[in-house]
T-cell receptor
Framework: QKEVEQNSGPLSVPEGAIASLNCTYS??????FFWYRQYSGKSPELIMS????GDKEDGRFTAQLNKASQYVSLLIRDSQPSDSATYLC????????????FGQGTELSVKP | DTGVSQNPRHKITKRGQNVTFRCDPI?????LYWYRQTLGQGPEFLTY????????KSRLLSDRFSAERPKGSFSTLEIQRTEQGDSAMYLC????????????FGSGTRLTVV
C-alpha cells in the first residue's frame, strides 16, 4: 500500500461546477495535511493546509479531514479553467520531522 | 524575500558525467528538502537538512547521490556517474521547523541524461 494515495484522474468538470479531489494515507499518526497545486512544467504551490478533523475553508477552496478514516479531500467551488492543474496531496507522518510524503497527484481539467 | 532559488533551471548531460545543482532557500527557513519528480508522479523525498545537519536520506537513494548544506544556507545536490534513469525534475523546498509548516518550492532543475 502506498503511503499517500490519490485518484490519478484525469478529473474533468465543467466551468462553475464543484471539483472534488480525494486522498487517503496509511500512517494513522500523521499530523499535518497539505494540498499543493502544480501547473504543467511548474513547481508545486501550497494552497491549503489542515491539521484538525473537519472542514477548513479559504475562498473557493475547502479542505476536509477525517483522521478516523485516514481521508483528506479538497473541494473547489465555482471551478474555473485557470484551476486546471495537477493537485498533490501531502502528508506529514508522525515523528518524521515535518518531512512530507506526496501522493501521485490528480489531474483536474475544467472545461469552459 | 525572493523565494527559493534553484540553479540551473535545465541541465543536459551525457551518461556517466557528474552534475551538481544548487538551492538557495528562503533566508528565515532552517529546513531544506530535496525531492525528485518524474512525469505523472508526485515528488519523491530524497533528503533534508535542518541548518547544516543532514537529518535524513532516503533509503532508495543511490550512493551516487550526495547533498551538502555547509553553512546552513544554500545547499548542493550532486549526482555522480549519471544514468538515464536519473532524468527528472529535482525540486528543492524550504520551510520553518515542525510538521505544521508547508514547504515553499523552488522552480526546480530539470535534468536530462542522454
Amino acid at each position: 500500500q502506498k503511503e499517500v494515495e490519490q485518484n490519478s484522474g484525469p478529473l474533468s468538470v465543467p466551468e462553475g461546477a464543484i471539483a472534488s479531489l480525494n486522498c487517503t494515507y496509511s500512517d494513522r499518526g500523521s499530523q499535518s495535511f497539505f494540498w499543493y497545486r502544480q501547473y504543467s512544467g511548474k513547481s508545486p504551490e501550497l494552497i491549503m493546509s489542515i491539521y484538525s478533523n473537519g472542514d477548513k475553508e479559504d475562498g473557493r477552496f475547502t479542505a476536509q479531514l477525517n483522521k478516523a478514516s485516514q481521508y483528506v479531500s479538497l473541494l473547489i467551488r465555482d471551478s474555473q479553467p485557470s484551476d486546471s492543474a495537477t493537485y498533490l496531496c501531502a502528508v506529514a507522518p508522525y515523528n518524521q520531522g515535518g518531512k512530507l510524503i506526496f501522493g501521485q497527484g490528480t489531474e483536474l481539467s475544467v472545461k469552459p | 524575500d525572493t523565494g527559493v532559488s534553484q540553479n540551473p533551471r535545465h541541465k543536459i548531460t551525457k551518461r556517466g558525467q557528474n552534475v551538481t545543482f544548487r538551492c538557495d532557500p528562503i533566508s528565515e527557513h532552517n529546513r531544506l528538502y530535496w525531492y525528485r519528480q518524474t512525469l505523472g508522479q508526485g515528488p519523491e523525498f530524497l533528503t533534508y537538512f535542518q541548518n547544516e545537519a543532514q537529518l535524513e536520506k532516503s533509503r532508495l537513494l543511490s550512493d551516487r547521490f550526495s547533498a551538502e548544506r555547509p553553512k546552513g544556507s544554500f545547499s548542493t545536490l550532486e549526482i555522480q556517474r549519471t544514468e538515464q534513469g536519473d532524468s527528472a525534475m529535482y525540486l528543492c523546498a524550504s520551510s520553518l521547523p515542525g510538521a505544521n509548516y508547508g514547504y515553499t518550492f523552488g522552480s526546480g532543475t530539470r535534468l536530462t541524461v542522454v
